[in-house]
């Protein structure tokens, strides 16, 4: 099934949960087409008829990861994606069940990860590839990170054509970790507009972008939630 939606859809602004959800890729650069082939863009349709948007990230054929408060009555999954101009092999699947995090609080975003079982298994080639997750022996501060997504930029209300994708330092913070984050810190990152995008580094995912404060963003920590993702996956249920 490929993408058929109008591009007047996605040009839409975006609506925001709440200043503490993040998205918005400030002081980036357009990534190269294709270069992630895990991305994923989220067309939330919610219980009032709007529609909002998150990122999120390929884990398998019918599995992608995103953060808990993107949950939506429903979802279309666009894979393959990178101008939104450019539809060629698009695809557009619809999700059969969330599963969001069974500790997800909305309050102050622990536990900020969900999975989405996709109901037809996406299509595997050189645009749409999956990441995969850091695992439970990835301990200390990861290197080389980036976070990436078609969230409005700093100069526009509207949502990037085209994807984006910015370097970011994780930071030495203890409050961090005892909440199962990691960190960075600066006006350049993550913002508000399309979270649930994955923290890569080292070419693997270590955390979902959640949340912003001040300067300071948040991702959840993926190695504290394998044990929970590699179930979900396994059962097909909550876990």
Known sequence: MFFRCEVAVLMLALTLDGQVHTGEVIGGREAQAHS?????LLQRHMQDSRIKHCGGFLLSEDYVMTAAHCQAKTFNVLLGL??????????????EQSFPHKGYNVTDLRNDIMLLKLSSKAQINNNVNPIAL????????PESCSVSGWGRTENSPYMSVKLMEVNVT???????PKQRFY???????PGEGDSGGPLVCEGMAYGVVSGKRKTTSKYTKIPDYRDWADCVMKNKAKC
């Open 82 to 95: 990178h101008d939104i101009h450019n539809r060629v092999d698009v695809q557009s699947l619809s999700v």
């Open 134 to 141: 850091a695992g439970q022996d990835d301990f200390g501060l």
């Open 36 to 40: 992630r082939p895990y991305m994923v």
């Open 170 to 176: 994780l930071i030495e913070d203890q409050r961090c």
């Open 183 to 189: 960190c960075s810190e600066g006006e350049t990152g």
